[in-house]
């Protein structure tokens, strides 16, 4: 049955060749929208590694400066008399900044970090592993970052007062980049060097966390390690104090407030000029992390909303078109259906012919559509996805094309059982 | 007035070629009415075509109104069959959603004619057919008998010398059939030539002259 | 003879009204995705206040500094611009300002974001802003560091419920400014101008940015004509190697051109800063357009073709009675055309609406899509190749219908 169905779609390749065409064009812009949507979702679903909710972000400008390191020296003026001023290095200021923050009632906690979550900045470096250079993103913190971002620990611990070691600086990992450097092997304990040119710098592992996706929900999971950094920073005598420069590891840029339930938003202005009052030049903007959130994501989905929706009625265009189009089909070929019909044919015969014949159009369109997209990667003109997210899209797109192949060819098919063959075949 | 000189018609497929018609030489005078008659796949529908000009022969010549038609390109060919000819078919073929009269009409549209002139020239076939009480109908709506009368209102609309007609009663009953052929008959002795082709046997008898054809050849 | 042809149409298209819906609906739908894309763009780059005088402005976005190892780029500072862009020769104007940011401001328990941005004087006279109060800030302003600052419409809305503004006062980030002037909304895509507040310059906290290199500052350059462009652009050129650079030890080569509008918004969409992707911009606008219409294309082909099929024993019977092929396909392309023509006005009125819908929703603010003459233009010059796309074909298939076949109740 299949191979005499094939027969009649073959005879008929001139017409039926523009139908099979037209299914291929759309399954290739179904799979697209697909792809967009399975690629941002896959992201969307992976454990973001912290909790935004109840938690504040103030990111930090110190002037048209970059940012300082915290061994910086700066002056600071006193705000009760304008003569009075003091020297302080910029994380001592730091320091004070958080004290002030952390004396509010409002506040559980505050800690501080080079980039606080939903920014698009970030500081890599690449590390050489045998042939490979593996991309490592880089964060500082401060103690108190595990517990304003509820941070999920899984191997070995967190930062502790005792490491000091200027010379070894104290680090935590994500699990990605656990498995992408170390492999199999237990990550604690073990020392990863960056080797720059103003000095080699040597990090030991302490522990492990699920991740911490600060670029947000629909980043791509990226390697990543925070870096222990000690707030106040201060010399020692025999520690080596690394260089003011830009490419400098010690470095904040933002402070992160968990702050209690039911906190106003008035609350907001009393912290900023809590700030300012310890440092008078520096600019802070502050922001709840779900508002951050709610831009983000409004920012990145909107594109994608609109693309799904040309998608959407692009599809429901080929779905008029191809009823139209097999319509008329059907009209042409009365005779011939009715001869079948008075040849002993069901009326489910018909509907399986009619039908089947559309199918194999479609299918042989989605073959061709598939051998196209598997092409694809190879051309480097898409970025790097899992194989699984891709083959996801690819069955997604599969399935809504045949759904709509089908849904189109039913009423023509159904017409087509309509065929009396006496009638038919006195067509002429 | 028709001229069939060493007619033939081949037809070419992948591997298979089919002789439809071979060595035709007809005359037809002016104002006869002749049938051509033969069993199922003898070519006379194939004469028919060539005749109407639907067709060109593979060798040979179609002669009409002294005019050779050799070489003639797809313009010309309207022209002459829009001018000179006038179609009749088995399955009457008119325009389903077009009322009577603007299916009379049609061939006038390939003319240099205005509006008015048009729907007059249509109801005057129309009243000529007998069937201006349904000229604002849909064919739908009308007997097949009635069919089939416009379809002859709509091939003499434009004053043809020729009319060519194919199996016109092949879809009716006896008595409408009758019908028909009377009407070709009356407009035969008015001036118009007629070629008919048909089975049925009885209506042939009616004509003045039977053009028999058996496997592609002219046997009478 | 062409009323003729009309005529039929008409009534061809209305005898068979589900595939004049499918055909309206594909070319309405595409010229719909279509104008809205022209109208965004153009809307992006078209000449529209207040950068009214496009064609004499060109600005220094984006810099690198470049060594061995080391590379190092980003936007210029203030204390480059002011050393080196300022200071060209043969110009009309110089602009500074910041990239803009989003401050907020904290009123009796409220906190509404706005977006800000600091300027010199000159930016008011670089840019036409349409002042609704008060007056913009001047060079004076911006020499003594005065806390003062320009609102737009909807930020008086926001803060002061609209009543004149001028005089009141506004806080942001800690600092306290005086509101000298209320300006028309400016859309968010005319990226320099664009703002909710704007403040001079020498009111940053901190002063550091004076010296900078690099920073978030841009510079517009206004010359005095569109033939001065090129030698502006030379003479830049020219000074680059005569900086004296940071950091001499790691960086040895500047890089920087001074770009239009156009210039850079393509660089940054391709994130290309070096060469210029205008031709690749506009070949990747023509590629994608003609990839977008390739859908509804094959769909209007293959509904025209099935039309057509429909029409065979109708086609036959025309033929027949003198129709020459010629006429016929004539007949066939003013029915395609009248389709694509109510098509396309269809597609007009409901792009309206989706730019309405567009400027409305909020997803770009204070942007007001319309239709104006050129986005017009484009979208009748695309009715018109769409049309003829889906037409050349099928008409090819009813010419060489074969009257005789379709007479018999087949068609090829």
């Known amino acids: ?151 999920d620990m899984t191997r070995g611990r967190w930062f502790e007062e005792t490491d000091r070691s200027h010379s070894l600086r104290t680090i935590v990992i994500n699990e990605r980049l656990a498995r992408q450097v170390f492999g199999r092997e237990d990550p604690i304990g073990q020392v ?57 590891h010690d470095f904040l840029q933002a402070l992160v407030i968990r702050v209690k339930p039911g906190t106003p938003v008035s609350f907001e202005e009393e912290i900023i000029k809590r700030l300012h009052a310890v440092a008078p030049e520096w600019s802070f903007k502050l922001q709840p992390l779900s508002m951050a959130r709610d831009s983000y994501l409004r920012k990145r989905l909107a594109p994608l909303a609109i693309a799904a929706l040309v998608a959407a009625f692009l599809m429901i265009m080929v779905a008029l078109g191809l009823l139209g189009v097999l319509w008329q089909n059907v009209t042409q070929r009365i005779r011939e259906l009715g001869l079948r019909r008075a040849k002993g ?49 690819l069955l997604l797109a599969a399935g809504l094309m045949s759904v709509l192949t089908v849904i189109a060819g039913l009423y023509p098919s159904f017409l087509a059982t309509r065929v009396q063959p006496a009638e038919a075949l006195h067509y002429e | 007035m028709i001229q069939l000189n060493n007619v033939e018609k081949v037809y070419r497929t992948d591997r298979i070629e089919t002789v439809a018609l071979s060595k035709i030489n007809l005359e037809v005078d002016e104002g006869s009415f002749v049938s051509v008659m033969g069993p199922s796949g003898c070519g006379k529908s194939t004469l028919l075509n060539l005749i109407g000009l639907l067709d060109q022969p593979s060798n040979g010549s179609v002669v009409l109104d002294g005019k050779s038609t050799v070489g003639f390109r797809d313009r010309k060919l309207a022209a002459f069959r829009n001018e000179r000819l006038g179609f009749v078919f088995q399955s009457f073929h008119l325009i389903p959603d077009l009322r009577v009269v603007d299916n009379v009409e049609i061939p006038l549209l390939y003319r240099r004619m205005n509006g008015q002139d048009r729907r007059r020239a249509a109801m005057a076939a129309l009243e000529r057919v007998e069937l201006t009480s349904r000229a604002h109908h849909f064919p739908t709506q009308l007997s097949g008998g009635q069919q089939q009368r416009v379809a002859v209102a709509r091939a003499i609309v434009g004053k043809p010398h020729i009319l060519l007609a194919d199996e016109p009663t092949g879809n009716l009953d006896s008595h409408m059939g009758d019908e028909i052929m009377d009407l070709l008959k009356e407009l035969n002795e008015e001036g118009t030539t007629v070629v008919m082709v048909t089975h049925d046997d009885r209506l042939a008898q009616r004509t003045e002259r039977i053009v028999r054809l058996f496997d592609g050849r002219q046997v009478s | 003879m062409l009323r003729n042809y009309l005529l039929v149409a008409l009534k061809v298209l209305h005898r068979r009204p589900f595939f004049t819906f499918v055909s309206l609906f594909a070319v309405s739908f595409t010229l719909v995705v279509l104008t809205t894309a022209s109208s965004v763009l153009d809307h ?200 004296q650079l940071p950091e001499p030890e790691h960086y040895e080569k500047l890089e920087a051109s001074l770009d239009t509008w156009f210039e850079w918004t393509t660089k940054s969409f391709f994130s290309e800063y070096k060469k210029d992707p205008t031709t690749r911009f506009w070949l990747g606008l023509v590629v994608v357009g003609f990839l977008f219409m390739l859908l509804p294309s094959v769909n209007l082909i293959n509904v025209n073709v099935s039309r057509i099929m429909e029409r065979a024993s109708e086609i036959g019977v025309r033929k027949a009675f003198g129709a020459s092929s010629r006429t016929l396909v004539g007949q066939f392309i003013v029915e395609n055309l009248i389709l694509t023509l109510i098509g396309s006005v269809l597609g007009f009125v409901i792009a309206l609406g989706a730019l309405k819908l567009l400027s409305g929703s909020g997803l770009v603010p204070y942007a007001d899509f319309s239709i104006n003459l050129r986005v017009f233009t484009y979208g009748v010059l695309i009715t018109l190749f769409f049309g003829l796309l889906s037409g050349v074909y099928p008409a090819w298939r009813m010419s060489r219908l074969d009257p005789i076949q379709a007479l018999r109740g087949r068609s090829l």
């Open chain 1, 1 to 151: 049955m299949i191979l005499h169905i094939f027969k009649m779609v073959w005879n008929r390749k001139g017409t039926n060749a523009l139908i099979t065409l037209e299914i291929l064009i759309s399954f290739l812009v179904l799979f697209a929208v697909c792809a967009l949507g399975a690629y941002h979702y896959d992201h969307y679903r992976q454990p973001l590694g912290y909790t935004w909710d109840q938690v504040w972000k103030v990111e930090i400008s110190f002037g048209e400066d970059d940012s300082l390191t915290l061994g910086a020296l700066m002056r600071v003026f006193s705000m009760d008399d304008p003569e009075a001023s003091e020297v302080l290095t910029v994380g001592e200021v730091f320091e004070r900044m958080v004290t002030e923050v952390e004396s509010f009632e409002q506040v559980e906690a505050a800690a501080g970090m080079s980039f606080a979550p939903y920014t698009r900045s970030s500081w890599r470096w690449g590390l050489d592993i045998d042939d490979r250079k593996i991309p490592i993103y880089m964060q500082n913190a401060s103690d108190s970052l595990l517990e304003v971002m509820d941070l």
């Open chain 1, 345 to 393: 044919a069901t009326a489910g015969h018909i509907r399986r012919q009619v039908l089947g014949e559309l199918l194999i159009m479609s299918s042989l369109a989605m073959v061709i559509g598939v051998i196209v997209i598997v092409q694809l990667p190879l051309t480097g003109w898409v970025p790097p996805t899992s194989a699984r997210v891709y083959m996801q899209a």
């Open chain 3, 44 to 243: 992006l780059f078209g000449p529209m206040a207040p950068e009214t005088h496009q064609d004499r402005t060109i600005g220094l976005y984006y810099m690198e500094l470049s060594g061995d190892d080391w590379i190092w780029d980003g936007s210029p500072g203030y204390g480059f611009l002011d050393q080196h862009v300022r200071t060209l020769p043969d110009v009309e104007r110089v602009a500074v300002f910041t990239d803009h940011t989003v401050a907020a401001t904290y009123q009796t328990g409220t906190k509404t974001e706005l977006v800000a941005k600091r300027t010199d004087g000159q930016f008011w006279s670089v840019f036409d802003f349409e002042f609704l109060e008060g007056r913009p800030i001047t060079d004076d302003d911006e020499a003594n560091g005065a806390p003062v600052a320009v609102i737009n419409e909807t930020t008086r809305d926001r803060l002061f419920a609209g009543e004149p503004a001028v005089g009141q006062m506004l806080a942001i980030d800690g600092l306290r400014f005086q509101v000298i002037g209320v300006v028309a909304d400016v859309s968010s895509l005319r990226s320099n101008p664009y703002s909710d507040v704007w403040m001079p310059i020498s009111t940053f906290r901190n002063s550091g940015y004076r010296d900078g290199f690099f920073g978030d500052f841009h510079a517009v350059i206004v010359a005095r004509d569109a033939a001065d462009i090129p030698g502006i652009r030379a003479e830049f050129s020219a000074l680059l190697p005569r900086v």
């Open chain 1, 192 to 248: 990863i060097v960056d080797e720059s040119d103003s000095g080699d710098i040597k990090m030991k592992v302490v522990g492990v966390i699920a991740d911490f996706r600060y670029h947000g929900e629909l980043s791509p999971p990226i390697p990543l390690a925070f870096m222990r950094l000690p707030i106040a920073v201060a010399a020692e005598p025999g520690d080596e104090l690394v260089e003011h420069g830009r490419n400098q």
